[in-house]
């Protein structure tokens, strides 16, 4: 449950920042970030999920929920996001960029608007 928060946190700040300090000087930007950070989030509505289905499951059948099975469920929802997110965090790690330093790649293209670009009648729209 701690972990499920933890990471919670982690995710929503990720997306909030556009990006995730992996270790002291590689980050996590992009799209690789948005997928770490999704996962980051699935632990547990997924977790809540599967206890719901499991405990409907249980009750449609007549018996009580097996503990172990309620156990191995909240340990697999929990750690798969987890392993599989480290995994790629570190694998799609970029170098961290100083403040100033701008984004790398495409920004499209600058428009320099000047005054013979005005439309008629001397004012913008």
């Known amino acids: 449950m701690i972990l499920g928060i933890i990471l919670l946190i982690i ?9 995730v300090n992996v270790t002291k000087n590689r980050e996590l930007r992009g799209g690789g970030m948005y997928a770490v950070c999704t996962l980051f989030l ?4 997924v ?3 599967v206890g719901l289905y499991l405990g409907w499951q249980a009750a449609a059948a007549g ?3 097996d503990e ?3 156990m191995v469920a909240g340990l697999l929802t929990t750690w798969a996001p987890v392993v599989v997110g480290l995994v790629l ?3 799609m790690a970029k170098p961290k960029m100083s403040a100033g330093q701008p984004m ?5 293209f600058e428009v320099q608007m000047g ?5 008629p009648g001397g004012g913008p729209g």
């Open 104 to 108: 790398p790649g495409p920004r499209g």
């Open 89 to 91: 965090a570190f694998a």
């Open 11 to 19: 995710g929503i700040t990720g997306f909030v920042k556009g990006r």
């Open 47 to 49: 977790s809540f999920m």
């Open 42 to 45: 699935l632990p547990l509505p």
């Open 63 to 65: 018996r009580r929920v």
């Open 115 to 119: 005054r013979m670009d005005l439309p």
């Open 68 to 70: 172990q099975t309620v």
